[in-house]
């Protein structure tokens, strides 16, 4: 299990294929990167704000919930905050499992759980100004799933 809090970015694929190389007798790895969506080509860029300590505490307690409930051979999640550009990478999750089904829905839950629960504060920096990112019902509705 790996959890990485950074300000600065990452290479997907460097580190999905460095998940990967790591996972012996796994029959299935589930990637996933969030990109910082620029609705309409009117952001400029995210700030995303976190509680050093709070914020790895709170995500490992995810990524320790998702072992518990499938049959997991590994986890990663990397999450930036500080200024993000337009289109930039913002998160990663990745998931390793004997079968493709724990594999999926491990990831599933951990990106429903990081969108919802990991405390970090988002301002959307656009060409109208600043405004900071609300909840939105339909991901606190996502959690009842599980």
Do not use: C
């Amino acid at each position: 299990m790996r959890l990485a809090v950074q300000s600065e970015t990452f290479d997907l694929g460097e580190e999905a294929n460095r998940f990967a190389a790591a996972q012996s007798g796994a029959g299935a790895i589930v990637t996933f990167t969030g990109i910082v969506r620029d609705n309409g080509g009117t952001l400029s860029a995210m700030e995303i704000e976190h509680y050093p300590g709070m914020t790895e505490r709170a995500i490992t307690a995810m990524m320790t919930e998702a072992q518990t409930r499938w049959a997991l051979h590994d986890v990663l999640v990397i999450h930036r905050y500080g200024r993000l550009d337009a289109n930039a990478p913002i998160m990663m999750v990745a998931t390793a499992a004997p079968h493709r089904a724990d594999a999926f829905s491990a990831a599933e839950f951990l990106m429903d759980y990081l969108k919802s629960r990991a405390p970090f504060w988002k301002k959307e920096i656009g060409v109208d100004g600043t405004e900071w990112v609300q909840a939105k019902d339909e991901d606190e509705a996502a959690l009842t799933r599980w």
